[in-house]
C-alpha cells in the first residue's frame, strides 16, 4: 500500500492540538516554573576557550560525548562477534553448546541491566583485567600512542575500567544480537543447506558462503535497532562512573543545577548519534523490500 | 533406441530401512543395483519415499540399517567417505534450490573452487561451458529472482554438474515448473543421458520415462513393488498396484 504523501483533516486536527500542547507546556515553564534560565553558562560545557595555551578544548559534556561514541563503536563491533558466534552455537546439532548459548542469553535477558553491569564489571574488571595491569603498560607509552590510546580507547589510567565497561555492554548486548543472529540464520530455507550439501560444502563453507551471507542481508534492520539500543544503553556504565555523556550530566547537574539546559544539550547530543541510525535502518528496510519484489 | 553399454555396478543398495523420528517409515527393505550410464526412473504415489530414497543416497538423510556403497566406498560413519561421496554426485531438487545472493555465474562455480580448489579462471570456464551447454550463457550476471522457473532449474543442473559428478539424482525437477517450462529442462536431461551420465530421475513425465529410462522402478509405502525395462513396465506391468497407479496418471 502507497503511503498518503499530503495532509487530511485528521491530520490537521491532530497537529494542532500537538501545538496547542506545546504551547501550553512553554506557557507553564515561563510562568509557572520558578527557574533560573542560565543558557550563557552552557556553551563553556561544550568548547571552551582555554586561555593558557590559546586553544579550543572540548568542554565537559564533549569528553562525555566522545567517550559515548567509543563505547557505542566498540561495543556494536564487540556485541555483534559476541552474538553471530553465540547465534550460531543457538543453531548448533551439538547440544552442548546449545546449551551453553541459551543459558548465556536466558541470564542476560532475565536479570536488570543495572545488576548485569554490576556483577559483570566487578568481576571483568577486578578479576580479569585489572591484573594484566594495563593501565600500568600503557603509561610506558610514548606520549603520541598515549594520544592515540587516548582517542581511540581512553586515556592511561583509565583504561581498565573503559574495558571493563565496554566489555560488560557488549556482553549484555550480546545476548539480543544472539537472538536475532538466530531468527535469521533458522529463517533462511532448508534448502539452501540442502543444496550446498549435495554440493560437497563442509558445515564451515556452507556458514560462510551461503547461510550467514542470506542471514546478514535479512537481519539487517533489526540489527541496526539494537544498535541504537545499545547506544542508549552504554548510559548504564555511567553507574560505575565510566565519564560517558549521562555521567558527566550528572555531575555537571549537581554542581552547577542548570538542569533543562544540561539535558537539552545532553538529549540533542543522543539524538545526533541515534537519529542517524534510525535513518539507516529505514533507508535498509526500504532496499531489502525493493529487492524482494 | 541404441543398445547402450552399461558399466559395473556403481551405486549397490542393500536392505536400507529409513525411519523418522516421527514414526514414520519411508523406506523398508529397500535393495536396487545401479549400472554407470544407467537412467533409472523412480515412479511412484506422493508419500512413497521417492525422495527419501534419493536422499539417503547422497547422505542428507541417516539410513538406520542395510549398506549403501558408491563406486567402492561405503556410505557410513566415516565422515570423509561420505563427504566424497556427496562430491561424485549432483542432485537437482523440485525447488531449484539457487542461492539467490549470487549470480547465476558465481553459483555455478562456488562449489568447483571450494571443493575442487580449481582456480577461478578455470572455473570460470568450465562454468561458461556448462550454462552455454543449458542455454543460459546469455543470463550468466542475472541473479536467480530474475529468471524464470525453466531458467533456474537449468542453472541448478550446471550448478549440480560443475563437480563433474559420476551420477545425477533428478528429484521431481520439472514439478514446480510451469507446463511450458517443462521441456526445456527435461531436454536438458535427455541430452545428459544421450552422453551417458549415470542418472536416478524422480518423475511423473511417463514420456521422459519411456524415451530414455532403461529401467523403471515403481515404489509404494517404501519398497519396490515393481521395476523393469521402459518397454516392459509400461506396456504389461504385473502388479496390480501398479497398473493402479498407471491407470490413475495415464
Ligand atoms: N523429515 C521428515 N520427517 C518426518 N517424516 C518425513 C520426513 N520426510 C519425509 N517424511 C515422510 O516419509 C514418507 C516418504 O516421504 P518422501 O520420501 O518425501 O515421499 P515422496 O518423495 O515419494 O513423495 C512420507 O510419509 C513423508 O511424510
Ligand atoms: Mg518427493
Given amino acids: 500500500m502507497r503511503k498518503k504523501r499530503f495532509l487530511t483533516l485528521t491530520d490537521l486536527l491532530v497537529g494542532s492540538f500537538l501545538l496547542l500542547v506545546c504551547l501550553f507546556f512553554v506557557y507553564r515553564v515561563k510562568v509557572g516554573l520558578n527557574y533560573n534560565w542560565a543558557w550563557d553558562s552552557i556553551p563553556q560545557f561544550i568548547f571552551r576557550f582555554d586561555k593558557e595555551n590559546n586553544e579550543w578544548v572540548s568542554g565537559i559534556l564533549m569528553t562525555g560525548f566522545y567517550t559515548t561514541i567509543r ?4 561495543g556494536i563491533i564487540l556485541a555483534t562477534v559476541f552474538g553471530v558466534i553465540s547465534g550460531i552455537a543457538k543453531t548448533s546439532s551439538i547440544l552442548f553448546l546449545r546449551w551453553l548459548a541459551t543459558t548465556y542469553v536466558e541470564t542476560m535477558r532475565n536479570l536488570p541491566p ?33 594520544n592515540i590510546l587516548a582517542i581511540v ?36 530455507d532448508k534448502g ?38 545499545l547506544i542508549k544503553d552504554s548510559s548504564i556504565v555511567s553507574v560505575i562512573s565510566i565519564q560517558e555523556l549521562c555521567f558527566q550530566g550528572i555531575e555537571l547537574m549537581t554542581s552547577t543545577l542548570h538542569t533543562i539546559e544540561i539535558w537539552t544539550v545532553v538529549t540533542l547530543m543522543y539524538l545526533a548519534l541515534t537519529l542517524p541510525c534510525s535513518l539507516l535502518v529505514e533507508r535498509l528496510e526500504t532496499r531489502l523490500n525493493l529487492s524482494l519484489r | 533406441m541404441t543398445e547402450k553399454k552399461f558399466g559395473d555396478y556403481i551405486i549397490n543398495v542393500d536392505n536400507i530401512c529409513k525411519t523418522f523420528p ?54 557410513d560413519d566415516d565422515k ?19 542461492f539467490p545472493h549470487m549470480t547465476v555465474l558465481e553459483n555455478v562455480t562456488l562449489a568447483q573452487q571450494l571443493v575442487r580448489k580449481s582456480s577461478a579462471s578455470v572455473a570460470k570456464s568450465v562454468s561458461m561451458e556448462l550454462l ?41 525437477a520439472t514439478s514446480a ?74
Fill in chain 2, 177 to 250: 515448473l510451469d507446463p511450458e517450462m517443462i521441456g526445456e529442462v527435461l531436454d536438458v536431461m535427455k541430452t545428459l543421458a544421450n552422453e551417458g551420465m549415470t542418472m536416478i530421475c524422480v518423475t511423473h513425465e511417463l514420456g521422459f520415462a519411456r524415451e530414455v529410462s532403461d529401467w523403471v522402478i515403481f515404489m509404494d509405502e517404501g519398497r519396490i513393488i515393481e521395476g523393469g525395462t521402459a518397454e516392459h513396465f509400461f506396456s504389461d506391468p504385473k502388479e496390480e498396484r501398479t497398473k493402479g497407479f498407471l491407470n490413475q496418471i495415464l
Fill in chain 1, 192 to 229: 539452501q543447506w540442502e543444496a550446498s550439501h549435495a554440493l560437497g560444502l563442509t558445515w564451515y563453507q556452507q556458514m560462510r558462503h551461503i547461510i550467514l551471507p542470506q542471514t546478514f542481508q535479512r537481519i539487517m534492520p533489526p540489527m541496526a535497532g539494537q544498535f541504537i539500543s
Fill in chain 1, 71 to 74: 563505547l557505542s563503536f566498540w
Fill in chain 2, 22 to 75: 516421527n514414526g514414520v517409515k519411508a523406506l523398508c527393505n529397500f535393495s536396487t543395483n545401479i549400472r554407470r550410464a544407467e537412467v533409472v526412473v523412480v515412479i511412484g504415489p506422493s508419500g512413497s519415499g521417492k525422495s527419501t530414497f534419493l536422499r539417503c543416497l547422497n547422505g542428507l538423510e541417516e539410513i538406520d540399517s542395510g549398506s549403501i556403497i558408491f563406486d567402492g566406498i561405503p556410505l
Fill in chain 2, 80 to 98: 570423509n567417505n561420505r563427504l566424497k561421496i556427496r562430491r561424485e554426485m549432483g542432485m537437482v531438487f523440485q525447488s531449484f534450490n539457487l
Fill in chain 1, 114 to 146: 543495572l545488576v548485569i553491569i554490576f556483577i559483570a564489571y566487578f568481576f571483568v574488571g577486578d578479576q580479569l583485567l585489572a591484573p594484566l595491569g594495563i593501565d600500568d603498560w600503557a603509561e610506558t607509552f610514548s606520549p603520541a600512542s598515549q
Fill in chain 2, 132 to 172: 552455454e551447454k543449458v542455454g543460459i550463457e546469455d543470463k550468466v550476471a542475472s541473479y536467480p529472482a530474475q529468471l524464470s522457473g525453466g531458467q533456474q532449474q537449468r542453472v541448478a543442473i550446471a550448478r549440480a554438474l560443475a563437480l563433474k559428478p559420476k551420477v545425477m539424482l533428478f528429484d521431481e
Fill in chain 1, 153 to 188: 580507547f581512553a586515556k592511561p589510567g583509565y583504561l581498565t575500567s573503559f574495558f571493563a565497561a565496554l566489555m560488560t555492554l557488549a556482553i549484555f548486548e550480546g545476548a539480543y544480537i544472539t537472538e536475532i543472529v538466530r531468527a535469521g540464520i533458522e529463517s533462511i
